[in-house]
């Protein structure tokens, strides 16, 4: 089979014998976003078309593609969801002789009603599944917008989205925070003291104000604004997730991931790494769902 | 007397008599970043050469024109102070024959031992002091940066910053969440659910993210959304208060105090809008406590 992993700014597709190994794989700049005119056939064929000639399996996609400005818009699975309610959930398109598939994106409704969505993160946990222990558990795929998953009995009951990567480029880039910050890897003490600090009362709108006061009284060096910055915001974020029971499981970007680890390492908090290939396997897992043709 | 509100962006004059009348205010948006090369005194002779030439009494200011892009940098009074105390970390400036005070801003720090910091707002609270009760009271001064001070017995205990204005700002010029807002007034319906979602589990990180998923799933109209992110955030912010005891008192921009009040309000809590002109009065209070030459 051919999965293709399909977001806004990268296009990853990968070749996959009938036991689920990697044959081959490529990748590009060519998100969504950066496909001209709405022309995704042309784009996948211009990636991939060798593979789909020698008719290497069926195509599942998952990801931005099948969002409003993606190749077709579609609709959300709802949770609670495992791989066949969300493989049922799949659209086909097509083009000449072609056709391939698209996973839906999942949906979901806090108590008070208010919904919430991922899209292709819902891919990444069914690819995690097996690594799971038995019963309830936490996953978290951090991000621009972050996502907190529980998943019980290989099916994902709820989630919650925080855009704590975003408010963090906004910050870093547009605030008057921004303007005391000078570039420089994240230093862990400093991230870790904001981790903390965002336990304490007073609220995120008044922890990040700190940063700039503690830069006023030359209590934090310019070039450790943006480390506590963030451990500002990843420790709001673990504060608001409130007491989870066992560990947390995390799932993305490696150097994401070690962030998180820190951070919920330095709140006596259990963090489980995951394989960072989930995208993959869980569009193996989606495909065979497919119906038989 | 003469009192000078000079802040980041506006010039406000006011020629006082010794009552603490106003017989003539002036203003400019003469900000402290509008000023060509730290020519301050230039820029006050422009605005009232004809008061000064008069000699109508000493000129007290306030604002960020003490601040270290300001005239000169006169550092922060501490908490707990009133008005002699913030009178007496006041510094002279001279130019030519003529001279003027300007006030210091005011600094403390929380139990954990993190600053915050305020300049201009501690000389409107001054001049507030004789509206509010005896014992302790909350006054509140919405902006681009919120002020929560705790005052009793005429003197300012302490007080919090939180980064409300700003973030709000941010959010709708480069978020995610700006792209679906269209303008317009503020729809106090949405307003107030944002409030009552800001007192929900989940934190601001994740509520800032339900306002696009309401979006997506067209249960939020974009013209609507501005005002449900507003009532989000500045909801926050009361949450992040706590359980201050009694009404919370005002102080400020008419439009901004209004909102706020609607925000108290919802939430079944006491507000208190004191008069915007407290500057003015503040500044008439800091001058009785000069030096006498």
Redesign the interface.
Known sequence: MLAIDWGTSSFRAYRLDADARVLEKRSAPLGILNVQQGKFADALESQISDWLNADAGPVVMSGMIGSRQGWVEVPYASCPAGAKEIATGMREVSWGQRSAWIAPGL?TR?P?G????MRGEETQIIGALDRLPTGSSWVCLPGT?SKWAEVRDAKILSF?????G??FA??K????LGRMMSDGPTDPTWFEAGVR?AQ???????H???VR??G??S?LPNERAASYLSGI?IG??L????NTQGPVHLLGDPSLVALYRRALESLARVAVVLDSDAAVRGLFTLAQHLPRS
């Open positions: 949906s806090d008070s208010t919904p919430d969505v917008h919650a989205t925080h855009m704590t975003e408010v906004l910050m880039a547009h605030s008057i600090r304490d009362a007073g609220g995120l709108l008044h990040l104000f700190g006061a503690r006023l009284f209590e915001l709001d974020e504060a608001s997730i409130g």
